[in-house]
């Protein structure tokens, strides 16, 4: 099956630092979302980006997907803006079936 | 997007002893699958839950462990049978949201956070 890997795994930022998580993925993708995982465990969506570039506030994200990778951007990092963050693209051979990588645990300290 | 909620939204358990967790949907839904996410790892699709039919289960999932439910377009509950220690995780449901189709958007309930003893 699709492989997706997700780097760096962790990140500490100073309040008010930018930062930018990648997601690889090892085969062609039908959609791909990010969500943010708040510390109770709820999952938030962020993107809906099967490609292009996409920017809700203060995040963006691009997905390229002929050369598999979605990059999500953190600007101006806030506190809340901590917790773990996923990507889950959708092989092409598994319909609708999200794929989720192993996610980057971001920690904003004030 | 979709409201959706489960119950219990989290539970302790015995081993032994199962556990039923709902997942309803404030309007009709085509697809609902439900994910496990252990403690400290990612979230892996447990299975589709299919309105009218069997539920279809990935690699490692079977419906003796995890039987399914899914009634109707709005509602699926979730089994968790026989339970040991190594099935404390959240578990969370998802809906494909309308209009029908193939790749559409996800979005999860709360989650429903079980440990057993």
């Known amino acids: 099956g699709i492989q997706v890997e997700q780097s760096p795994p962790d990140l500490i930022l100073q309040e008010g630092a930018n930062s930018t998580l990648r997601c690889n993925f090892s085969?062609?993708?039908?959609?791909l979302q990010w969500f943010h995982q708040n510390p109770w465990g709820q999952l938030i969506n962020l993107f809906y980006?099967?490609?292009g570039t996409k920017q809700n506030g203060r995040l963006s994200a691009t997905t390229v997907a002929t050369e598999r990778y979605s990059l999500l951007y953190i600007s101006s990092s806030q506190t809340t803006d901590s917790g773990v963050y996923f990507c889950a693209p959708t092989p092409k051979a598994a319909g609708n079936k999200l794929t989720f990588g192993g996610g980057t645990r971001v920690l904003v300290k004030p | 997007s979709a409201v959706i909620s489960q119950k219990p939204s989290r539970d302790i358990c015995q081993r032994g002893t199962s556990l039923t967790i709902q997942c309803q949907v404030d309007?009709?839904?085509?697809?609902m699958f439900w994910y496990r996410q252990q403690p400290g790892q990612s979230l892996t699709l447990i299975a589709t839950?299919?309105?009218?039919?069997?539920?279809?289960?990935e690699s490692g999932f079977v419906i003796d462990k995890f039987p399914i439910s899914r009634p109707n377009l709005t509602f699926s509950t979730l089994t968790v049978s026989n339970m040991s220690p190594e099935d404390s995780s959240i578990y969370l449901c998802?809906?494909?949201?309308?209009?029908?189709?193939?790749?559409?958007?996800?979005?999860f309930g709360p989650g429903t956070r079980l440990t057993v003893l």
């Open positions: 998802s809906v494909d949201t309308p209009p029908a189709g193939v790749y559409n958007e996800q979005f």
């Open positions: 980006i099967p490609s």
């Open positions: 085969d062609s993708v039908n959609n």
């Open positions: 309007s009709q839904v085509t697809m």
């Open positions: 839950a299919n309105q009218g039919s069997e539920a279809t289960y």
